[in-house]
């Protein structure tokens, strides 16, 4: 029955009609025809209609290592055999759950010991914002639960996160009514392109966090959540030093920092966790997802400091008995399994040290674009990167840049190339396995792409 419905050619037509996609321009679908995929393999992807592609997105930001990964295939089957699930709702918990929490405990900075799991990385934003909140509630704060965003930040696709998210063109037609939620300017720094220094860029920035936490009184603001690297955004690193001083800022004032790396932990830039091993912080709590498990099943977790799992364990029980947080699969067994072998893979294989080994070679090769007269620049840190794309008349966002881009997507597609279009970015985040020869392959490609759209 499977090779059956790996042969049906009608599948683009079948998603086409019952779809309705995340994140898709509906309108564009519904007179095309989505690809369908269905196999894959190391760090190629093959569609329903037998074209293969060299997949620079790894799936979106989660593919560590590699597709078809006979390991880990067997560590969740085994798991679905043994027990598919339970809950972890109370006092009840699983073996892979308990055990992975040790070991996030272990490669996790500082105190971060305790770890609460949810669904993905979504859930695991929205319910670091609740902890905050539940922290200074339970300490006779509850007025202390304003939260401190920037623009360009993507925290996820709920209500919430996407509140805490700052990008205006994904607001259209929603309308959030959060008005505990502050957004800071995007703190990128290019410095190929940023007329300020990369210091002068910092001070701007920390003034306007220091006014913005005084505006609201610093007794009234819970959290800052941010991104090490903005991902999503388009991928924009902050000047030097942006991390330590925001989080030093943060310590004054008595507020919570929250890191969120869904996209910068589990080995993209090199370390399991960047906070500590890129940035020298060590935050209060640390957002993890996709990675963890390298995609192969949906899981998040909050990483918790010591100081803080104490404090909302210790909630007066007369106010409020129950940390009442959770989802149906939270913990759940077959992805803690997977999460755990992936470690086991990542540790043994040692990915991170092939990522601080190909990551520099990898943008060191995308620079060599730059000679493009259609590519504004090229930013980006070990395996996340973007190639930003502009006619030579203005930069950004604006119709002609966004077309431009979306032409070098098509002809990468065409050519074998998967990359994430977004805006006027062509955004890349290979699988961590990916070899010095794919690297060749993809800047090959994007280097004929670049040409044929100029
Ligand atoms: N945080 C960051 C930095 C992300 O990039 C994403 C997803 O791209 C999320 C949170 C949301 O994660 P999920 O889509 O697993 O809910």
Redesign the pocket.
């Known amino acids: 029955e499977t090779a059956e419905l790996r042969n049906d050619l009608d599948l683009p037509a079948k998603d086409a009609r019952h779809v309705l996609h995340p994140w898709a321009d509906l309108q564009a679908l519904g007179s095309d025809r989505p690809v369908v995929m269905n196999s894959a393999k190391g760090v190629r992807v093959k569609d329903s209609e037998g074209t293969t592609y060299l997949d620079a997105i790894g799936g ?2 989660c593919m560590t290592v590699g597709y078809g990964c006979e390991e880990l295939a067997d560590a969740i089957g085994d798991q679905a055999r043994q027990m598919a699930y339970y809950t972890s709702f109370g006092d009840v918990s699983n073996e892979p759950a308990a055990q992975l929490a040790e070991k996030l405990a272990e490669l996790s900075p500082g105190d971060l010991n305790r770890v609460h799991f949810t669904t ?4 695991a ?1 929205e319910s670091a914002v609740r902890i905050a909140h539940y922290y200074f509630a339970a300490q006779g704060k509850p007025e202390k639960r304003h939260v401190l965003s920037r623009v360009n930040a ?4 709920t209500y919430l ?1 996407q509140s805490l998210s700052g990008k205006a063109a994904d607001k259209t037609h929603f309308h959030y009514e959060t008005e505990f939620i502050h957004h800071l300017s995007s703190p990128g720094h290019d410095p190929d392109r940023d007329p300020l220094s990369a210091e002068a860029r910092l001070t701007e920035l920390l003034d306007e966090m220091e006014a913005e936490i005084q505006r609201l009184g610093p007794e009234n603001v819970a959290c800052f959540v941010a ?1 090490p690297i903005l ?2 955004g388009g991928v924009l690193t902050p000047p030097k030093g942006y991390q330590k001083a925001t989080l030093e800022l943060c310590r004054k004032h008595g507020i919570l920092y929250v890191s ?1 790396e ?2 910068t932990g589990f080995g993209r830039l090199g370390h399991f966790f960047a906070s500590e091993a890129r940035f020298g912080i060590v935050p209060d709590m640390i ?1 993890t ?2 990675g963890i498990t390298s995609g192969y099943q949906p899981l ?1 977790a909050v990483l918790v400091s010591d100081r803080i799992a104490e404090t909302i364990s210790k909630a007066a029980p007369s106010e409020k008995p129950v940390f009442s947080n959770g989802f149906t699969y939270s913990g759940h067994p077959v992805a803690c399994a997977a999460a755990l072998t992936n470690i086991k893979i990542m540790t043994r294989d040692d990915i991170c040290g092939h990522v601080r080994d190909v990551g520099p070679y990898f943008m060191a090769r995308l620079r060599e674009l730059l000679d493009s007269p259609i590519v504004y620049t090229v930013r980006g840190d070990h395996l996340m990167a973007c190639v930003e794309c502009w006619t030579g008349e203005e930069a950004g966002p604006n119709d002609k840049n966004m077309a431009l881009a979306a032409r070098v997507d098509a002809y990468c597609q065409e050519a074998g190339l998967l990359v994430r279009p977004y805006e006027n970015l062509c955004i890349l985040s290979p699988p961590l396995v990916i070899s010095r020869d794919d690297i060749d392959e993809i800047v090959g490609i994007m280097g004929s792409a670049l040409t044929r759209a100029a």
């Open positions: 979106m930001w993905g990385g979504s859930t934003v993507y925290h996820g696709g996160t991104e991902a999503s969120d869904v996209v957002i997802a996709k998040g």
